[in-house]
Each structure stands twice: as C-alpha cells, then as structure tokens.
C-alpha cells in the first residue's frame, strides 16, 4: 500500500500557514479539505497551487454547475477514478445534472441528450489527445463559450493529475458527508 501518511498535525512554518489559508478557503464554501489534498500537502506549496485551481474550478469557472459536475463524474467513469466518482456523486445531483445522466454515465451509456452529448464527445476527444473538430468546437462553443470550451479541455487535465494523486497514494475514498474536491 503506497498510502501517505496525514502530515497537517506535523505542519509547522510556511507549511502550516498554506495548509490553514487552504482550509479556510474551503470552509468559507463550507466544505473540507481532504483526500488528494491531504496527500499532497507533503508538499505544501505544489499542494496551494493544485487546490487554488482545483478551487477555481468548482467555485468561480463559467461552466454551469450541472456541466462542471458532468465533466468530473464522466471523466471519472471514462478512467476509472472511483474517488472523484464517489467524490461528486452528491454534488451533481445538488447542481441540478439529471438522474438519468448519471444513470447513463454509471452504464457507460452513450446516449446523452443535449449539452451533456456534445461535451461528452469533446471530452473524448481531448482525451485521446486530438485535435478537437471544428463543427464539434463550434457547437461546444455554442452551448457554453469560449471560456466553457477551455475549462472542459482543462478539467480533464486538473482531474487527470487528481485522479493520478488519488490512485497512487491510495486515497481512502470519500464518505457521503464530504464536499467534491
């Protein structure tokens, strides 16, 4: 087991003031800082700049709440990262992403109705690391811009490195009463 052992007790310094601004940064969105995070914070400034994006994204990007939690859940199933799965589950449902979407991503259904397909397919493939086709991008574009567009595309990088945190410290998955990372 390459589990990393929690090291906030042993913080002192620069190290437990990033570990204190991270905490309250999370808890003013009341929710924790756990998981990847805690292995991370072996490393406490790589671990501020990974939670501050991380941060970005699920408190302040432009995608819509709905499509945020569909790009982490349904890159969670695509790689198999049950903590970000588990991680997410309630908090998609919170954001209004219907139960029949995450019914269809939990198969590995492709049917998607709208704008869950087309972000579905962009996603897929980014995630083979191609060019994303020029009707495929427009019609992202459409349904959530520009700014949408990049944050998809980077999502799938920020969960990617996430997911690789979780997975290979063998991050005890999340309980149902934790907030998403």
Same mark, same amino acid.
């Given at each position: 087991?390459?589990?990393?052992?929690?090291?906030?007790?042993?913080?002192?310094?620069?190290?437990?003031?990033?570990?204190?601004?991270?905490?309250?940064?999370?808890?003013?969105?009341? #929710?924790?800082?756990?998981?990847?995070?805690?292995?991370?914070?072996?490393?406490?400034?790589?671990?501020?700049?990974?939670?501050?994006?991380?941060?970005?994204?699920?408190?302040?990007? #432009?995608?819509?709440?709905?499509?945020?939690?569909?790009? @982490?859940?349904?890159?969670?199933?695509?790689?198999?990262?049950?903590?970000?799965?588990?991680?997410?589950?309630?908090?998609?449902?919170?954001?209004?992403?219907?139960?029949?979407?995450?019914?269809?991503?939990?198969?590995?259904?492709?049917?998607?109705?709208?704008?869950?397909?087309? *972000?579905?397919?962009?996603?897929?493939?980014?995630?083979?690391?191609?060019?994303?086709?020029?009707?495929?991008?427009?019609? *992202? @574009?459409?349904?959530?811009?520009?700014?949408?567009?990049?944050?998809? *595309?980077?999502?799938?990088?920020?969960?990617?490195?996430?997911?690789?945190?979780?997975?290979?410290?063998? @991050?005890?998955?999340?309980?149902?009463?934790?907030?998403?990372?």
């Amino acid at each position: 087991m390459a589990r990393l052992p929690d090291p906030t007790g042993r913080l002192s310094g620069d190290g437990r003031a990033i570990y204190e601004r991270m905490l309250a940064r999370r808890q003013s969105q009341c #929710t924790g800082l756990y998981g990847p995070y805690t292995a991370l914070l072996h490393h406490p400034r790589l671990a501020e700049g990974i939670e501050r994006l991380g941060y970005y994204y699920k408190f302040e990007s #432009t995608l819509p709440r709905d499509v945020y939690q569909f790009v @982490v859940l349904a890159f969670a199933r695509r790689t198999g990262i049950e903590f970000e799965w588990l991680d997410h589950l309630d908090h998609a449902r919170r954001a209004g992403l219907p139960e029949e979407v995450i019914d269809a991503l939990a198969a590995g259904d492709g049917q998607l109705p709208e704008p869950y397909r087309s *972000v579905r397919e962009c996603m897929d493939v980014v995630l083979r690391y191609q060019s994303i086709p020029e009707s495929l991008q427009a019609e *992202v @574009v459409r349904l959530v811009g520009v700014e949408g567009l990049l944050e998809i *595309v980077t999502l799938c990088g920020f969960y990617g490195l996430i997911g690789m945190v979780s997975t290979s410290f063998d @991050v005890p998955l999340p309980s149902a009463a934790r907030g998403g990372a």
